[in-house]
């Protein structure tokens, strides 16, 4: 069975905390995207990458950093959490010629 | 400014009929179109998809209409099932990496 793993379910992390969010896909997928889902608007783009070491901002990139060393391994990393970076997070792959994406289960994270 | 919309932020609809969801969109460059559900505490799940080039595409129960020039698609299930519950989230692609989500519709389907 294909899939999408995120590394937590959920984290509670400080304000001003770095925070790491590993995602990991076993589908030899060359695109990878992170999303946050938030009440009343959907999920936003926060980062992609379509090749190893390559990355392309989203819609909502502030604050938010990415790192693809490997093709099946994507983080996305927040520099200095805030409470405004609680959400849920997505991470979502699919192949180069296109298609539906797949996700991972989400990781909450809390910014106390 | 939301270039995908879901203007019904939930929908509940009797078992054994037909639900039906709407989604509106403002780029005419949009190609591709896609619907995902999600039930809480899992990511969403490719559910059905339509190129702009056809006007309907039929997957078993589910079956996604597409009016380009209402700027408007729509999914139906039919007959709905208690486990059709959900949220469903209407996207749209045009060309490129990016899929553009709108904000979602929470199905409630009552037995």
């Known amino acids: 069975d294909v899939k999408v793993t995120q590394s937590s379910r959920y984290l509670v992390k400080r304000t001003g905390e770095k925070v790491f969010l590993e995602c990991v896909q076993d589908?030899?997928?060359?695109?990878m995207f992170w999303y946050r889902q938030d009440p009343g608007l959907g999920l936003r783009l926060i980062y992609f990458?379509?090749?190893?070491?390559?990355?392309e901002k989203g819609d909502i990139p502030e604050g938010y950093s990415v790192s693809r060393e490997k093709k099946e391994r994507f983080s996305l990393i927040l520099e200095s959490a805030s409470t405004n970076q609680t959400s849920m997070y997505l991470c979502?792959?699919?192949?180069?010629?296109?298609?539906?994406?797949?996700f991972g289960s989400g990781t909450r994270l809390t910014v106390v | 400014d939301q270039q995908v919309k879901q203007n019904s932020p939930s929908l509940s609809v009797q078992e054994g009929r037909i639900s039906i969801l709407n989604c509106d969109y403002t780029?005419?460059?949009?190609?591709?179109f896609l619907w995902y559900k999600k039930y809480p505490a899992e990511g969403p799940t490719f559910l059905i998809s339509?190129?702009?080039?056809?006007d309907k595409n039929e997957d078993g129960r589910f079956t996604v209409f597409l009016n380009k020039s209402a700027k408007h698609l729509s999914l139906h299930i039919v007959p709905s099932q208690p486990g059709d519950s959900a949220v469903y989230f209407c996207?749209?692609?045009?060309?490129?990496?990016?899929?553009?989500f709108g904000a979602g519709t929470r199905l409630f389907v009552k037995a």
């Open positions: 990458s379509y090749d190893v070491k390559m990355k």
């Open positions: 996207a749209a692609k045009a060309g490129g990496f990016k899929t553009i």
């Open positions: 780029n005419s460059m949009f190609d591709y």
């Open positions: 979502a792959s699919n192949p180069s010629q296109g298609g539906g994406y797949t």
């Open positions: 589908m030899d997928h060359e695109n």
């Open positions: 339509i190129s702009s080039i056809k």
